[in-house]
């Protein structure tokens, strides 16, 4: 019994020595043991604030646009009530012009009529071919086109003169649209088909067309009649050719 009882003491000597062993091995001398951190719960990010958007303003292009449609059809609707029989007038003294042009166009070339149209209307050669193709006509009604455009008002352009000729309206229809006298864009197309032909030189200054209302004024303070209007025609004609040949073309 005595000997069972040394057994269990040394038993339980040995197991307490093995603990004591473990414990010191856990913890490094001189320190205490560490302590766990407490973690601050991370804080939310703050949200942007929302945009506020700017509506986005009206393309100012599409307004001007929107003008100068507006604006060609107030000529258009002017150039139907333009008297037939001027109108028609106008409209024959410048086919005679135009076929002389056309057949300047056929024999010497389209070079040739381009280099002087473009040095009287300030373009160069090839934009006025480009525009000769583009628009699908003659060098006569190209020569008509700009002499008139050298002398509207209003912001009328290239494309609106050539869509109202797809639309019917001859020159001396849409002279009238355009308040130019007709007897002047006789007499100025005249006077630049000179330049087209050779006969005169470009100085780079568009024959220029006087407003109809503007001559009828002076008419009217002149005391000059209905009668002597309608001769007006003609003696434009040779005041717009003498012009031209006096400047050295």
């Known amino acids: 019994m005595k000997r069972i009882w040394i057994l269990v003491s040394l038993v339980a000597v040995m197991v307490w020595t093995v603990g004591t062993s473990l414990a010191q091995s856990d913890t490094a001398p001189g320190q205490a043991p560490a302590t766990p951190q407490a973690q601050t719960p991370a804080s939310p990010e703050p949200q942007a604030a929302p945009q506020s958007t700017t509506p986005p303003t009206p393309d100012v292009g599409l307004k001007a646009e929107a003008g100068a449609s507006a604006g060609a059809t107030v000529i258009m609707e002017k150039a139907k009530k333009a008297p037939p029989q001027e109108a028609e007038a ?18 010497k070339g389209d070079q040739t009529v381009a280099s002087r149209l473009g040095a009287e209307f300030g373009m160069t050669p090839d934009a006025l071919i ?17 002499t008139i455009l050298a002398s509207a008002k209003g912001g009328v352009t290239l494309d609106q003169l050539f ?3 797809r639309n019917g309206l001859g020159w001396g229809q849409i ?3 355009l308040d130019l006298r007709l007897g002047g864009i006789v007499s100025a197309v005249k006077a630049e088909s000179r330049v087209a032909l050779g006969v005169a030189k470009a100085d780079g200054r568009p024959a220029k067309i006087q407003s109809a209302a503007v001559h009828a004024n002076a008419g009217t303070k002149a005391g000059v009649g209905a009668g002597h209007k309608g001769a007006g025609v003609s003696t434009d004609v040779g005041v717009g050719a003498a012009v031209k040949g006096q400047t050295g073309k």
């Open 175 to 177: 002279g009238h649209g």
């Open 163 to 165: 869509d109202m000729r």
């Open 90 to 107: 106008t409209e024959k003294r410048l086919r005679e012009t135009v076929k002389k042009v056309e057949e300047e166009g056929t024999s």
């Open 130 to 146: 480009a525009e000769k193709s583009q628009y699908q006509t003659g060098w006569g009604e190209l020569m008509i086109a700009h």
